[in-house]
């Protein structure tokens, strides 16, 4: 991951001369007024403050931040209003002028910015970074101010300035060119939970005023661990990092340095990075088959098979015992083999518990036939192993099954239609036959992140809102914490098999807000006490086979206290499945995907 | 550029050994037939041929190109043509299986191809390599056939494969994902309009045989310069090298190295290749500003500004004798000023020449006005220069210019309004001035180009055949020469000034092939001898300012022999000012951008 660090000081006289102080200090980025040095009073367009020529112009874009004029478009004044948006309009067009596809960045400075988003929402190229304060700077002033009341200092801690950008954000209509820079500040450090909401905002960078840093016993500037904490998971989610610090600062390279190391830290690199927040349709491998890059994914997971082979093992150990071992043969059948980790899984097993085993594979994937072929004649050629190119609920096998072994879960669990399959494999098993995973839950939580609405808004898609995405969640606020939603057991042996669900789902809010969408995940037992988990509360260490879901809603902001109710619906008719989801707290609104058009399972 | 040199061969047992070979060898990606060994009679779906574990799902995609079965689907012989589907079918399954996004070949056989074309249009997954041989492949067994008639070897050299090409082309409608895979031949070299045909085509690679290298003296494997030759156009076009080769051959260390170097001497590299082909919306300075970035590009053409410059000293030589030199004065008005070559080419012609000058700079941007206001202040302080930041059809000024300057010449010369904005600035001229520059002549020429043909069709604009292009002209055959379009001359001291043309213009066909679309060039004369062209008969060698310009029509076989008449309208109103093209030759088709709706540049 790259991240930049950045230099921010005001009163630059040079910018060419700034960037290199800046590069020599370990900085790759400056952020500075666009104004040189003195703010003229007036706006004229001849103003010579410096030349284009200054800068190559991919410098201008690669290595400038822009801070626009401290101006307040938004004042009562009518006279200081009209000239701070001269001001602005002036400094927009020099930056627009100077970066074809830069970015400037302006401060907040309190509740009322409606002039600024029309400013905004007009501006249609480069970004735009807004700086927040991470909590109400005047806070700050009280430090310093021995006649401030109580009354006073509690006014000004219900003053939240995350409330000023979220009314920006609804003005300028979720424009995704638009992000947040947030403001740290020595006097008054935030709340776990106002931290936590932060990351469910679309965070380009968070400003570390030098005051931050303290000097340890080694005469090093470093941050003390609760500031560590805070900057670390704002890295975690890709914030890039702003120093804000005076021209005769002499610690400006330790910052650098220290900051460097702390991203090296936090980064969470992964091979799969490239996932997060990526918005991705489900697979639908009973429909369609399955290719060898997908299934390569899944084989490569280090845990999911270990764990179904402890289940498989277990399994036949209670099935057969010692005295049982040699004469009794346990019969498996694989239901979807793929590339065989599966069966390879119940070999071990077997060879693990000594116990005997014919083991079926079905398969309805003829290139994967193919592969599962070549392994029996190499790898399984004296194993007594059946392959069967069928779909399940076709299939007529020689002989029942002691133990089904499936992985036909989705991030949702029952998503890939899992309740559907082991119904129609049902008839392969015995009497008393064992079913691996024998039950799965599905969970749900509302979540605010603006990274998924915009990705949502950009598929494009007419029916965008009534898809559900799997996705690698990451800039995200967990509203409140997963609650289970639907359960399905394995083997059903129901009189009338009913896969159809319906449940109503409370939660609370624990601070103000924007629901963006619903976080889906699952859990599921595969025998006994062998279960995998992608509920975030009980997460499966090391398991990467599932991310969770998405089921967008449009964006709401809900307030400390809400109770926010989700209806959701799983719906089947002969040719599908699909889900259906609706808010029905703090206020009814539309139901998503109503009779699955806008996404379903086909069967 | 990254290009790829790829072995083919086969016959192989082991593809993973066959990589490792390739490689060792210098070829990074390898071609061969997805059925290894020996092709089984039935297509059963469970032939375990070879194992997807085989390699990893990322080296399918990117190390291996797979040949599908030579089988004729398009077979007179209805069982044949079923038993052929089936067996291609199958192979697409697997390729597909085994690649999540990768490539397909396969060869055509004669042509007759448009159940080849179904099977192809009904995929959607990865690219479709057609392997086509650029001459007839039956005039090489004439070598072996002494009783071959004349009549049979003529009809033989009739045969072009290109038009199995391009029916096939028409039968997918223009799919991007389908391209050439041109087959070179030992025993017949192309003809040198059969190449440059083909460079207008989507050219993937080309396959070399070996038997096409010869020993040299120092018993190196070698190309003799005409293949050479024919090679170099392919690899400046981008196109990719297949050796084909057999098992036993122990040249193919050689071959690779070999077409190492001749791609290091053809692949044309400058900094900028990575407009090839792209198709951007012709600027529009006069309406919008310009910034920095586009500046800088004008302002590093190495020979465009010193041409200006040698203008401008001719002009103030012939306007001024040495003997009045040093008291007499002479105007220059730099008409668009930007930030600043051009009044620097003025002090420079000015300084060369031993003249007194005064210019005056007039410029509408106001961010370019800072540049140049700090120019004044510190390049040009003892300079008698004066900027004015207005609008040159507005400017009154304080004295006539001996000499106007300009630069505001299109791609297609008068495209960014130069004939309205001088004849608006004739007001500033004395009655004898002059104005630089003083002519401008636009060139229009009939191309095949199915390249960009197919990044009109990815614009998905609704009016993406009514605009036209700037682009950098790459994977083009000129159907014919460049022929002058239209003329402006400045000043233009007409009593009624009329900016609107029509002309029509003939050309012929020389070679059967495809119109695309019409190139579009500019030459202008600046002063007397001293001109700039991209007409490419004529090119300013070194000169990148301008692309050419693309006005795209619909894709049309046009026949040797055909004549091509276009007919070309430059229209003005009080608002615009657009052109109408329209193809009325060997067929009368539709007029493109009528009324100027698709494209067209403000006044």
Redesign the interface.
């Known amino acids: 991951m790259n991240y930049y660090v950045c230099l921010q000081q005001e009163g630059i006289n040079d910018i060419a001369k700034f960037i290199n102080k800046a590069q020599a200090n370990n900085y790759n980025v400056v952020a500075t007024s666009i104004n040189a040095n003195i703010l003229p009073m007036e706006p004229f ?9 200054l800068l ?3 410098e ?2 690669s290595k400038v931040l822009f801070c626009l004029s401290d101006v307040d478009v938004d004042s009562p004044n009518v006279k200081l209003s009209e000239y701070s948006k001269a001001m602005l309009l002036r400094d927009i ?2 930056a ?5 596809n830069g970015s400037v960045m302006i401060r907040l400075r309190g509740p009322k910015n409606e002039n600024l988003a029309k400013i905004i929402e007009a501006r249609n190229k480069g970004s735009w970074f807004i700086q927040v304060p991470i909590t109400n700077p005047e806070i700050a002033t009280f430090e310093h101010r021995k006649d401030a009341t109580d009354k006073e200092i509690e006014e000004a801690q219900e003053v939240d300035p995350w409330s000023w950008w979220n009314d920006l954000r609804f003005a300028v209509n979720h424009n995704a060119k638009v992000k947040v820079v947030l403001e740290l500040n020595d006097s008054d450090r935030p709340s776990r939970e106002t931290v936590r909401r932060w990351l469910g905002e679309p965070i380009e960078a968070v400003i570390i005023p030098s005051s931050l840093f303290i000097l340890n016993r080694s005469n090093y500037y470093v941050l003390n661990k609760e500031w560590q904490a805070i900057i670390g998971h704002f890295i975690n989610v890709r914030a890039n990092i702003i120093i804000s610090a005076t021209a005769n600062d002499h610690g400006i390279s330790q910052y650098a340095d220290y900051m460097r190391k702390l991203i090296n830290d936090n980064c969470d690199t992964h091979s799969l990075n490239s996932y997060e927040n990526v918005l991705e349709i489900p697979l639908q491998p009973l429909f369609d ?1 399955l ?7 899944f084989e490569i997971d280090p845990v999911k098979y270990k764990l179904y082979q402890d289940a498989i093992e277990q399994a036949l150990l209670d099935r057969v015992s010692d005295e049982e071992a040699k004469r009794t043969l346990t019969v498996i059948m694989v239901l979807g083999g793929g ?1 065989g980790p599966l069966a390879r899984a119940a070999f071990n097993a077997a060879e693990k518990a000594k116990r005997k085993v014919r083991v079926y594979i079905i398969e309805k ?7 599962l ?3 029996v ?1 190499t790898l399984w050629s004296k194993k007594d192993v059946h392959i069967f ?1 069928k779909d399940m609920r076709d299939f007529a096998p020689p002989e029942l099954a002691d133990i089904l072994v499936s992985e036909l879960l989705g991030s949702f669990g029952d998503n890939e239609l899992s309740p559907e399959c082991l119904d129609g494999a049902l008839k392969l098993l015995k009497e008393d036959g064992i079913s691996i995973p024998c039950k799965s839950t599905s969970y749900i939580n509302p979540l605010m992140s603006a990274v998924l609405h915009n990705n949502v808004l950009q598929t494009s898609s007419v029916s965008a809102f009534n898809c559900g995405y799997v996705t690698l969640l990451k800039n995200i606020y967990h509203i409140d914490e997963p609650k289970a939603l639907f359960e399905f057991k394995h083997p059903n042996r129901d009189k009338v098999v009913d896969n159809t669900r319906f449940k109503e789902l409370l939660f609370t809010v624990e601070k103000d807000c924007v629901l963006h969408g619903i976080g889906g995940y699952f859990d599921t037992m595969l025998y006994k006490q062998i279960s995998l988990s992608i509920n975030p509360l009980t997460h499966t260490p090391g398991m990467f086979s599932w991310f969770p879901m998405f089921f967008p809603t449009q964006p709401r902001t809900v307030k400390q206290g809400d109770t926010i109710s989700i209806k959701f619906w799983r719906c089947v008719d002969p040719g599908k499945v699909w889900y259906e989801w609706q808010l029905s707290a703090p206020v009814e609104s539309e139901r998503h995907n109503a009779d699955g058009t806008g996404y379903n399972m086909r069967l």
């Open positions: 367009e001849t103003d010579p403050t410096y030349p284009a020529t190559k112009a991919d201008w874009n067009t020099w627009e002028h100077l970066q074809n088959n290719d060898s890059y997908t299934y390569e994914i590339r994937n003829p290139s994967a036939i193919r592969t072929t070549n392994m004649k190119s």
